[in-house]
DNA sequence: ACCTGAACACCGTTCAAGT
DNA sequence: ACCTGAACACCGTTCAAGT
């Protein structure tokens, strides 16, 4: 039997800077990011709006925070397993991770600088590519090609307008019905592709990242 | 010499929904996204907040337009160059009015359903690859693939801390000095790399795009 | 058909105050 | 050191009304 409340609340020991980012998570999580509010956070913390800025300076530090405590969810690197397959885990967990917190992607124009948890990962890639027998220059090829794959894969899926299988199937249909005249091409994907039984839009995911790294790799091997 | 007042604006004449959008892009690249507020915007049409609910539904609707109307501005590919070349040509055009629009991918995880400039621009890149030799399948592959890849790019770039190549160095110097200790290989490729004069950050851009071609075209050809 | 005024239930944040 | 009350200048949106 767990002790009083909700749990990561434990409503009245000194707030902290990390359990107001820890709530202010949780809410965009459960509610979405425009019910994240200063007036709501609070209430959330059982604190008065004007508590908060005891342990933040404004609501831009708190969604600068948000965005890198999500970032520091990200598995590092697996340092024992091959650059190849290190990159391909970790590119997996960032996806699980941004898909979990699918507003963290549409608040990153929104920060101001990188946060730690940020280039704590950013400096176990380098160094997983370094070993791995990347040149500096290719290293960071190599990192701006995978993330910016996997931010846009993600920023993708996030933005479709379904969740499920079912939902996919159900809005493919209407884009044939609907536009099929207007738009002969999407509606041929539509109905011989995406409708397929076997389709699933996570395969897509798959098929991308291991065309980059065997690029990556037989470029590594070039020399 | 012009006739009155400021372009796109002729303040008078009944308002449209498409003058309704057209002034919030202007507002948010001029002021910012977060200035794009109802009543803003309706003064800079020269109206009061409540004629705009005569044309959208509500700001939701506003915001989805407008990144349809961003993407309306992304040139369709070019059916006479090939595959590779249009694809390359249609890439390129994405990261131009995606960074002349740096709000534009904030706001897709908000978006609702994609608007028809969207589902226009998507049917003529399926088209054109089709007609490259293409199978609905790869076709599939391609298109998320390659649009991943240039929103996920551009999504780096505007999120970056910096504007210009003398920021980045400056934004570099800092990386190396303060956090050299804790982020060795970071501050080795900022050194080693992002320091180096002939470095531009718009070089990776066509680094992984060209990777991406050359490995569909690679499978393409393979059957 | 197109626009407006007044109002409601919200925002983020300042400033001064309480323990 | 940590929290609060009252206030200010904002929001998006409803509803009823004007031309």
Same mark, same amino acid.
């Given at each position: 039997?767990?002790?009083?409340?909700?749990?990561?609340?434990?409503?009245?020991?000194?707030?902290?800077?990390?359990?107001?980012?820890?709530?202010?998570?949780?809410?965009?999580?459960?509610?979405?990011?425009?019910?994240?509010?200063?007036?709501?956070?609070?209430?959330?913390?059982?604190?008065?709006?004007?508590?908060?800025?005891?342990?933040?300076?404004?609501?831009?530090?708190?969604?600068?925070?948000?965005?890198?405590?999500?970032?520091?969810?990200? #598995?590092?690197?697996?340092?024992?397993?091959?650059?190849?397959?290190?990159?391909?885990?970790?590119?997996?967990?960032?996806?699980?991770?941004?898909?979990?917190?699918?507003?963290?992607?549409?608040?990153?124009?929104?920060?101001?600088?990188?946060?730690?948890?940020?280039?704590?990962?950013?400096?176990?890639?380098?160094?997983?590519?370094?070993?791995?027998?990347?040149?500096?220059?290719?290293?960071?090829?190599?990192?701006?090609?995978? #993330?910016?794959?996997?931010?846009?894969?993600?920023?993708?899926?996030?933005?479709?307008?379904?969740?499920?299988?079912?939902?996919?199937?159900?809005?493919?249909?209407?884009?044939?019905?609907?536009?099929? #005249?207007? %738009?002969?091409?999407?509606?041929?994907?539509?109905?011989?592709?995406?409708?397929?039984?076997?389709?699933?839009?996570? #395969?897509?995911?798959? %098929?991308?990242?291991?065309?980059?790294?065997?690029?990556?790799?037989?470029?590594?091997?070039?020399?």
């Amino acid at each position: 039997m767990a002790t009083t409340s909700k749990p990561a609340q434990r409503p009245r020991d000194p707030l902290t800077r990390d359990r107001v980012l820890e709530g202010a998570v949780a809410l965009a999580d459960e509610r979405g990011i425009s019910a994240l509010t200063m007036r709501n956070l609070a209430e959330v913390l059982d604190r008065k709006p004007m508590a908060l800025y005891h342990h933040v300076a404004n609501k831009d530090e708190v969604l600068d925070g948000m965005v890198d405590a999500v970032f520091g969810e990200i #598995d590092l690197p697996d340092d024992s397993v091959g650059w190849k397959t290190a990159m391909r885990q970790r590119a997996g967990s960032a996806r699980t991770v941004l898909l979990r917190h699918p507003w963290a992607l549409g608040l990153m124009d929104a920060r101001t600088a990188p946060g730690v948890a940020t280039l704590r990962h950013l400096d176990a890639v380098i160094g997983c590519l370094l070993d791995g027998g990347f040149s500096i220059e290719m290293a960071g090829h190599a990192v701006s090609l995978i #993330d910016a794959y996997v931010y846009g894969f993600v920023l993708q899926e996030v933005s479709l307008p379904f969740d499920t299988p079912e939902e996919t199937h159900d809005a493919a249909d209407a884009v044939v019905e609907q536009a099929g #005249d207007e %738009f002969p091409h999407l509606a041929a994907m539509a109905a011989r592709y995406v409708l397929q039984p076997e389709y699933n839009f996570e #395969d897509e995911f798959h %098929f991308g990242l291991d065309l980059i790294l065997d690029g990556l790799e037989q470029m590594v091997a070039a020399g």
